[in-house]
């Protein structure tokens, strides 16, 4: 028994450490990869309040003859939605349905036109219908800002209004005329002209002028930006728009709600040897193994393909299922995507998503990837977002993010755009004038060792 001790403390020893001269194995260890979506999402792209007509000194109501201007950038999948009250009513007010108003053909060519018939009368449902001019709580008689009878009803079309009176309303080609302008590239004006005459409200008191209140405009890439139809008021600032011509409440939300929402897309990672540069090198030119796909359209298929010939290849794979969801497709505000895989001491991380709403804006950590191991050989875990930097993969001029017309969210083809800078390098040394997140403002980055 005591022969035998020796050598098996020996052989247990010898699995652990490498043998006499004192060399350690490498380690190995199981390690799991979170990348979650922190930004905010932003219900508006643009948005702004409209207040005084064209040629008046002060802000006020568009009286017949006077019209509202503003102009905005905006990109082919945005569409344009406002508000502006039918003054002399309680809570009625003029603006386009849900989807909004196509900036864009369905060529993907910007629009000039008139679109006046995308225009509807609105009831906000916040307070009971009266006489137009006539009624004591309607805006021109009322005797302060939101009186009149609560009615705690829902926004519908006038025509769906349900209060049990009908009144007599005019339609809104008979008090406005709406025109969205293509100046030039990206950019438009809208025009809001009261064409009313002096018929447009005809009441047992007489016949009168329709004026138009100020308002507020937004752009937007979803649905019922401001309302939603059969459904009560969000308490945003509209009712103040409806029932008392003042947008200060809403156009503050508005304000604070505006931006880009910036999603991530399906990317690939790989493990490699630290020593190695696979996905890219800072500095020079993309490598042509399928970054420029992920950078550019979000589609990692092609990089995919090839992880396996890269530079100091350990393992790798795709990753383009949020946890969580059903299908394959990029992480928005609140989710995230997450892989496993095994690596031993000397090996790092890389890892592509694209920034999307930009044309090849991309994170990754540094070109020779995240270490796996610290110095001491321990595994590393914990956040590592501060090792992940946003690149310009130099193979697509960049424009506005979210607007420019070939980035990808707004883009009619994958792999369009104009030659960019020819080389990968770090976004903030680009210089190109537009803005983009701090990583940290759209990234965390979370590696455990199991």
């Known amino acids: 028994m005591n022969k035998t001790t020796p050598l098996i403390l020996l052989t247990a020893a010898a699995l652990v450490w490498a043998c006499d001269d004192g060399e350690s194995s490498p380690r190995s260890r199981n390690f799991t990869v979170t990348i979650a979506n922190v930004a905010t999402a932003r219900p508006f792209v643009s948005g702004g309040v ?110 769906d209004a349900t209060d049990g009176v009908s009144f007599a309303y005019p339609a809104p080609d008979e008090v406005m005329k709406v025109t969205v302008t293509h100046m030039t590239g990206t950019e438009f004006k809208v025009s809001i002209e009261n064409v009313s005459t002096d018929m447009a409200l005809m009441t ?61 897309s399906p990317g690939a990672w790989v493990v490699h040897s630290a020593s190695t540069m696979p996905l890219f090198t800072d500095g020079a030119a993309d490598y042509g193994d399928g970054v420029e796909h992920i950078a550019e359209d979000g589609n990692p298929t092609m990089l995919g393909s090839n992880l396996t010939s890269l530079a100091g290849y350990v393992a790798g794979a795709v990753f383009n299922m949020p946890v969580g969801a059903s299908g394959p497709g990029p992480i928005l505000p609140g989710s995230s995507y997450s892989f496993s895989f095994e690596a031993t001491d000397g090996d790092a991380l890389s890892f592509v998503t694209m ?52 980035t990808v969210t707004n883009q009619l083809a994958p792999d369009t755009g104009d030659p960019g800078e020819g080389k990968v390098q770090p976004i903030r040394e680009v210089g190109d004038g537009f803005t983009y997140p701090a990583v940290s403002d759209v990234l965390k980055v979370t590696v455990t060792a199991n």
Do not use: C
Not at 53 to 71: H, I, L, N, R, V
Not at 212 to 241: A, C, K, Y
Not at 376 to 383: C, I, L, S
């Open 355 to 406: 920034l999307a709403a930009t044309n090849d804006a991309f994170f990754a950590p540094e070109d020779g990837g995240i270490a796996l191991f610290d110095s001491a050989g321990e595994p590393v875990t914990g956040d590592v977002t501060s090792q992940i930097v946003l690149w310009d993969a130099g193979t697509e001029a960049n424009e506005r993010p979210g607007v420019g017309p070939n």
């Open 204 to 264: 047992s008191e007489g016949d009168f002028a329709a004026p138009l209140s100020p308002g507020v405009w937004v752009l937007h890439n979803g649905s019922d930006p401001l309302f939603t139809e059969g459904m009560p008021d969000r308490g945003q600032g509209l009712e103040h728009i409806a029932e008392d011509g003042n947008p200060t409440m809403l156009g503050a939300y508005v304000a604070d709600n505006t931006g880009i929402t910036y999603p991530a």
């Open 50 to 159: 409209f207040n005084t007509p064209t040629g008046d000194a002060q802000p006020g109501p568009a009286t017949p003859g006077k019209k509202y201007e503003f102009t905005f950038d905006a990109g082919r999948k945005q569409k344009l939605s406002f508000v502006t009250m039918l003054a002399a009513t309680n809570d009625l007010f003029f603006g386009p349905d849900g989807e909004g108003i196509a900036l864009y053909d369905a060529n993907g060519d910007p629009i000039t036109a008139d679109v006046t018939d995308q225009i509807l009368l609105w009831d906000a449902g916040t307070e009971v219908n009266e006489e137009p001019k006539v009624g004591p709580n309607t805006v021109s008689k009322q005797s302060g800002p939101d009186t009149g009878v609560d009615e705690n009803g829902n926004v519908v079309t006038i025509d």
